[in-house]
Structures are given as structure tokens and as C-alpha cells.
């Protein structure tokens, strides 16, 4: 037994921003921002992300013909919630409705991977019989925009699946390697007065050049590593979904790897780096856009904090 995708759905908060937008309240450039990501604008949650994430997992309950009430888990992956607690599972159940438990992933940008290994291990135990799973992010919130570097990168929106029992998930690896200081983002610290104020900000950091040789040679393994439990070959896929960090990483993935680059997807021009709502949002735009049919052998491939990777190979099989 495995588990099936029954229902896709996504979002982007109406506000998109250019890099031309960018220029005019940062030093930097449409020139610097495409050539080095190939990213050209992003969305930009006005009203917080519980909305964003609720309309997404509204769209993959409608599109899996479920009601929420039909839901065993919400899982929502997540670094950038509305509220540290309650969790933005219970914020989304608060829009959706339902009564099932509902709780986060905190595995970065892996975290809809992470999801899909969580709500498979729940299914084929029988806890659970179908899941709402929602990947979603408002990165705006967790960058400093004042400083160009890291700000320009992220961008906001969510992705939903809905998960039942299937044949669909024919492999699947998650793993992390415990390392902070290449991408890390710390709490604001209370005012307790028994502990010293911290130092620092609470903004997200990251050392690019260290998380692009990760990123590259994390997809290339993870990637031949769940083709080659899957038993299929680099010619039976048909498309891979990889997280939209940077489109020169995935350039650079696709050229160490047997597949042809034009079978890498990729929609960050329009969204930035979405951290864990990207596959997800991906997957559910190359459906509408009528791109994946029943049959088709995909992989997806993500990586973040933590250091966090996840990979899988599903056969899809929904018209
Ligand atoms: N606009 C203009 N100039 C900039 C900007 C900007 N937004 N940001 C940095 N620069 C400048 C720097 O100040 C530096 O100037 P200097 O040479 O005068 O000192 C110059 O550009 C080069 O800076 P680098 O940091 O060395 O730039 P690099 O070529 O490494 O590109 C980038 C940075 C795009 C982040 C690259 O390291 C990269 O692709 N990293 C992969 C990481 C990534 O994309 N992460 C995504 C998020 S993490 C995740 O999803 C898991």
C-alpha cells in the first residue's frame, strides 16, 4: 500500500512585485536579480498567510471532490506562520472548518516532502485515511529589507495536496544533516530578566555560495537515489518538480544528472523562492496548465534549513 494525490490547489497573494519595484527602495537591479536567480518578481502577502494557505487547501479539497470534514490530519509545512502558536494548521481550520487534528512541519523548504513521508507513514498504519496537506510561506516576513542580499530571493504563497490511500508514491527519502549556520533565522527573545538580552537580529540569514554547492550535489543524489528505488530508469521520467531556490542551481543539478534540462520545471520568474510552498504550487500550475497526465512518472526534489533535503518519485495517476 501507498498513498495517491487526489487533489491539487495553490495560491498567490494578489500583491506581485518586480525587480524593478526592488530597485527603487534597494541597491540592486533587474540585471543582477534575473541573471543570478532568474527570478523577475514575486507575490507578497498583504493579509498574512492563514488566508493564502486556506484558499490553497480549499482548492485541493474541491479539486478531491472531499469536504474538510472528511479530513483525518491538516498538516501544514511552514517557517513563516501568522502566529507561533497556534500553529498554522489550526489557524487554516479556523477558515476551513473541521474538527480533525491539525498541526506544522518545521523542515524549512524540504517541508512538503517532509509531509508527504508523514501523511504516508500515518495512512499506511491506518491512523488516518485522507490528509490535507498545505505548504505555505509568507518568506516577506522573514527578511530584512533593508539589506538586498537575502531579501530579494524569497517571495510568498502556498500549495495544497489532498493525500489517500494509492498507489501513486513509488519512493520517497527525506534526510537532514543538522547544520544552522549556512541558513538560519532565530525567535525574538523574551525579556526574561534571568537571561541575557540576545544578540543578533531575527531575520532570515544565509550564505549563498554554501547553500548553492549543497543545494547541486543534495538533488543530484537524492534525485538518482529515489529513481533507483523506484526501479526507473532517467528516460521514463517524464517531469521533474524541483524546489525553486535559484534557477542556476537547478541548471546546475540538470547538468550532473541524466535528464534533459527541458524536463526540469520551473515557474520561479513569477514567484521567487517560495521555501516549502514551491513544488506544491508548481505541481498544481503544470496541472492547470494541463502539463501532467495520468501515467506520468515525476520526481520532486527539495532542500532547505536544517539542512534538510527530500526527494520522491510518484506516478501520477489523476485525469
Ligand atoms: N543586488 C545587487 N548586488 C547584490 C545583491 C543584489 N540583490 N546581492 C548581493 N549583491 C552584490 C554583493 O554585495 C557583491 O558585491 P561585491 O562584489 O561588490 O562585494 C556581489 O553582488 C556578489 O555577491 P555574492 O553574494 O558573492 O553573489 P553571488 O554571485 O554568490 O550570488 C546568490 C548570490 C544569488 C544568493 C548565490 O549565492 C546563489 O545562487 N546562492 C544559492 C542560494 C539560494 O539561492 N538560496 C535560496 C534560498 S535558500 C533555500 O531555498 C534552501
Redesign the pocket.
Known amino acids: 500500500m501507498s498513498i495517491k494525490i487526489s487533489g491539487t490547489g495553490s495560491c498567490l497573494p494578489p500583491l506581485s512585485v518586480t525587480n524593478e519595484d526592488?530597485s527603487k527602495i534597494?541597491?540592486?537591479?533587474h540585471e543582477?536579480?534575473s541573471s543570478?536567480?532568474g527570478i523577475e518578481s514575486r507575490h507578497i502577502c498583504e493579509n498574512g498567510l492563514t488566508p493564502v494557505a486556506a484558499e490553497a487547501g480549499a482548492e485541493a479539497l474541491k479539486d478531491a471532490g472531499y469536504t474538510v470534514d472528511e479530513m483525518d490530519y491538516i498538516l501544514c509545512a511552514t517557517v513563516s506562520p501568522d502566529y507561533a502558536t497556534p500553529s498554522l494548521a489550526c489557524m487554516v481550520q479556523q477558515e476551513l472548518g473541521g474538527t480533525c487534528p491539525a498541526l506544522d512541519i518545521g523542515a524549512?523548504?524540504s517541508g512538503f516532502l517532509y509531509g508527504l513521508d508523514m501523511a504516508q507513514a500515518l495512512i499506511e498504519s491506518g491512523k488516518a485515511k485522507r490528509i490535507l496537506l498545505i505548504a505555505g510561506e509568507s518568506m516577506s516576513s522573514t527578511v530584512d529589507w533593508t539589506k538586498?542580499?537575502?531579501?530579494?530571493?524569497?517571495g510568498d504563497g502556498a500549495g495544497a495536496v489532498v493525500l489517500e490511500e494509492g498507489e501513486e508514491l513509488l519512493s520517497i527519502r527525506i534526510g537532514a544533516s543538522g547544520r544552522a549556520e549556512p541558513?538560519f533565522m532565530k525567535r525574538p527573545g523574551g525579556n526574561c530578566p534571568y537571561v541575557p538580552k540576545q544578540d543578533g537580529d531575527v531575520y532570515l540569514h544565509?550564505?549563498?555560495?554554501e547553500?548553492?554547492k549543497f543545494?547541486v550535489n543534495a538533488m543530484v543524489r537524492d534525485i538518482l537515489s529515489v529513481m533507483e528505488a523506484a526501479g526507473i530508469s532517467a528516460e521514463e521520467v517524464d517531469y521533474v518538480l524541483p524546489?525553486?531556490?535559484?534557477l542556476?542551481?537547478l541548471d546546475a543539478a540538470s547538468k550532473k544528472l541524466p535528464i534533459p534540462p527541458e524536463k526540469f520545471l520551473h515557474n520561479i520568474s513569477g514567484t521567487g523562492?517560495t521555501?516549502a510552498a514551491?513544488v506544491p504550487i508548481l505541481l498544481d500550475e503544470a496541472r492547470k496548465a494541463g502539463k501532467i497526465k495520468a501515467g506520468q512518472l515525476l520526481v520532486m526534489s527539495?532542500?532547505?534549513?536544517g539542512?534538510t533535503t527530500g526527494a520522491c518519485v510518484i506516478k501520477w495517476s489523476k485525469d
Do not use: E, K, P
Not at 534597494?26 to 537591479?29: A, C, F, I, N, Y
Open positions: 526592488l534597494l541597491d540592486t537591479s543582477w536579480i543570478r536567480t524549512a523548504c538586498r542580499d537575502v531579501s530579494v530571493l524569497f541558513l544565509m550564505d549563498g555560495q547553500i548553492y543545494a524546489h525553486q531556490a535559484n542556476r542551481i523562492n521555501s514551491s527539495a532542500f532547505g534549513a539542512l
